[in-house]
């Protein structure tokens, strides 16, 4: 039992937790901003941030193996380049990261014993991140790795992991290898290996935070966080952008920028009109923002493409206008143009028949009740 | 002898102009926030807050309204009952919803003798409702969005994926000009039929009676 005279304040970090990341070279003012920007992150309060900090602590830190199918690393670089000191180094340094195919030293028939050792030694404990979407066409012919396709590794590696974590917006959805038509059939992760306990954190790339956040969450909990109907953490994916955006006020305002450059946008007004779509798009980056809370999309004054939402470059395009295009209807018609047609085409035949029927004669139901007024 | 006849009772009366008004006002506030055309002076201006509240009040509005009118459907009259909507699934109303075609597209001399709905009026207005369901539905679905956890989203937020919002919004902003051009129609064949049946339709809107010529039934 611990001394009460000696027991930290609730949510402190113990002494000999920040001297050992000291030793590791992280300064304790990095991994006390860590701790605390996780523990903001997933929304926990202050108090937690001792046990954030002690589940970085316990020496069972698990495997992690890093998986890459149809992708094109950007969720890797956006791990990788993050700033100095980062998130993602404290976990690089404190999970055990045994295969990323780009960064591991191994290489060949080394690095893919590596994995089956993993797999073998830690069934059931160590975690999976995936990255890529996986093509099911043809056998899935279209992606293999080391002789074998993505779908078989996929399966074999996810099917056997305490959890996989789906980043980006081709593991979690397809992505841009999934837009129509789709030649290689490709699949999300969850589509994959339906079998496979699977955590979506979508996003082009997705955002290492959310991804450190989701990892430290499952370290400090020994589960995954709360999810949404999509199998994405409600943490992150629980508001929409529209909803946190810095821009909002101009949005109820009635404050648009009409064309990129022109003064509204000069003056940081909504994007709504250049095809925002921020309104449908469920993601926590105004608040977290990208590389390490420097800017985002939206502050950088480009409409969201709603990229972390399912099949978006089918479902969001025309990124630069607010509503999908009309099925069957030319490129430059929008719905409004239709509608408008539609009611001028109404109002024409209608008044034509109007006009047809003031001559037409003998068709009054009633012309028999009348009785003229003299 | 011409009589006088109690056709449209309370209920559907009230929930006509309810709805008219309702369709109006979402149409014209729904048009701003499809495309804010109108400036805003400065930030302290509120012109799409404004638009949206509006927009969300009558949104409950018009629903309070249906259910009334679905309500009545099952309680009121013959003449309001959801029957009336289908005339072809009897002989009689296939007859006279022929007849009345042939009347409006000038194949045929004469009108058929209605007290309640004329049959191609009450195709319409079957589609008409069914326009309504869709923009209640695909416009609480939208709505829902701004809280995850709450009401809306719990009934509609399925829809949100298996449906994606942009294509909700494109067909609630497509059904709105066709509920225009509904409303076209309508209001041109309110006042024909007002014109030559001469039974006092226009006015049975607001009142309820028509006047009928019980020999010619
Ligand atoms: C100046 C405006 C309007 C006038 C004068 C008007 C007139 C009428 C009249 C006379 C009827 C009864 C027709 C019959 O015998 O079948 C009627 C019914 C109806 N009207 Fe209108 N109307 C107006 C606006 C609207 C609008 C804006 C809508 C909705 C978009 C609408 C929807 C309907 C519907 C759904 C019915 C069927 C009523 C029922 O049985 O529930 N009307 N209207
Ligand atoms: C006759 C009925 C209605 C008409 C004509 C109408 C029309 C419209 C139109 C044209 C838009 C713009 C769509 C776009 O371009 O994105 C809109 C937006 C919207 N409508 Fe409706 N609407 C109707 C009923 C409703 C109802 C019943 C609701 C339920 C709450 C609703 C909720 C919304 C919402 C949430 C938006 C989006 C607002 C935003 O993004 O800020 N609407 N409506
Ligand atoms: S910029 Fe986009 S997300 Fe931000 S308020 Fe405008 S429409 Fe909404």
Redesign the interface.
């Known amino acids: 039992m611990q001394n009460p005279e000696t027991r930290l304040p609730e949510g402190s970090v113990p002494e000999e937790i920040l001297q050992q990341w000291e030793k590791r070279g992280v300064s304790r003012r990095s991994f006390l901003k860590f701790c605390s920007a996780m523990t903001a992150t997933l929304a926990l309060p202050v108090t937690m941030m001792g046990r954030v900090a002690q589940a970085l602590e316990a020496d069972s830190s698990p495997p992690l193996i890093w998986l890459e199918f149809q992708d094109c690393a950007g969720d890797s670089e956006a791990f990788l380049r993050a700033n100095q000191p980062t998130a993602a180094e404290i976990i690089l340094d404190y999970l055990s990261v045994d295969y990323h195919e780009t960064i591991m030293a191994a290489a060949g028939h080394q690095a893919e014993a590596a994995k089956h050792q993993t797999i073998e030694k830690y069934k059931g404990k160590y975690l999976v991140v995936v990255e890529g979407s996986i093509p099911m066409a043809d056998g899935g012919v279209y992606c293999t790795v080391g002789g074998d396709s993505a779908l078989n590794i996929a399966r074999q590696v996810c099917g056997n992991a305490a959890a996989t974590i789906a980043v980006g917006s081709c593991a979690t959805f397809g992505g841009i290898p999934a837009a129509t038509p789709n030649p290689t059939g490709a699949v999300s992760v969850r589509e994959a290996v339906p079998g496979a306990t699977v955590i979506n954190l979508p996003g082009c790339p997705v955002n290492v935070q959310n991804l450190t956040a989701t990892i430290v969450h499952y370290l400090t909990f020994g589960r995954l966080p709360a999810t949404?109907?999509?199998a994405r953490p409600?943490f992150a994916y629980?508001?929409?952008i529209h909803?946190n955006c810095e821009r909002r006020?101009?949005?109820?305002?009635?404050?648009?920028a009409e064309t990129f450059g022109d003064p509204g946008h000069r003056q940081g007004w909504c994007l709504?009109?250049l095809g925002c779509?921020g309104?449908?798009t469920?993601h926590n980056c105004p608040t977290v923002r990208y590389n390490e809370g420097s800017s985002w999309p939206i502050q950088a004054g480009h409409g969201c493409l709603g990229c972390s939402?399912?099949?978006f470059w089918d479902?969001?395009t025309p990124f630069y206008r607010?509503?999908?295009q009309?099925p069957g209807f030319g490129v430059e018609s929008t719905?409004?143009k239709?509608?408008?047609g539609?009611?001028a085409a109404?109002?024409v035949a209608?008044a034509a028949?109007?006009v047809?029927?003031s001559f037409?004669k003998?068709?009054?139901?009633?012309?028999d009740?009348?009785v003229k007024e003299d | 002898m011409l009589e006088i006849r109690y056709v449209w009772e309370l209920p559907v009366r009230v929930s006509h102009w309810v709805n008219a008004v309702c369709v109006l006002v979402l149409s014209v506030t729904g048009f701003y926030i499809g495309n804010p055309f109108y400036p805003a002076s400065d930030t302290a201006a509120y012109i799409m807050g404004w638009n949206r509240f509006i927009h969300f009040t009558f949104a409950y509005l018009f629903l309070a309204s249906l259910i009334v009118r679905f309500y009545w459907f099952l309680f009121g009259n013959h003449h309001s009952s959801w029957r009336m909507f289908f005339p072809w699934a009897t002989k009689s109303g296939r007859k006279a919803a022929i007849t009345f075609f042939r009347y409006y597209t000038f194949t045929g001399p004469k009108l058929p003798y209605e007290v309640g709905h004329n049959p191609l009026a009450a195709m319409a207005y079957a589609g008409v409702y069914s326009l309504f369901v869709l923009q209640l539905v695909t416009g609480f679905a939208i709505y829902g969005q701004f809280q995850p956890d709450g009401f809306w989203f719990g009934i509609f937020g399925t829809l949100l994926t298996w449906i994606d919002v942009q294509t909700l919004r494109l067909v609630h902003h497509l059904t709105m000009w066709l509920l225009g051009g509904f409303f076209i129609n309508h209001f041109y064949s309110a006042w024909l039929m007002d014109v030559k049946e001469m039974n006092g339709v226009m006015s049975s809107i607001f009142s309820g009676y028509k006047f009928v010529e019980r020999d010619d039934l």
């Open positions: 949404d109907q999509l409600k629980g508001k929409r909803d006020s101009h949005f109820d305002a009635g404050q648009y709504y009109k779509k309104p449908e469920f939402e399912p099949q479902a969001m607010r509503l999908p009309v719905a409004d239709i509608g408008l539609l009611i109404t109002g209608f028949h109007a047809a029927s037409r003998g068709d009054k139901l009633e012309a009740q009348v």
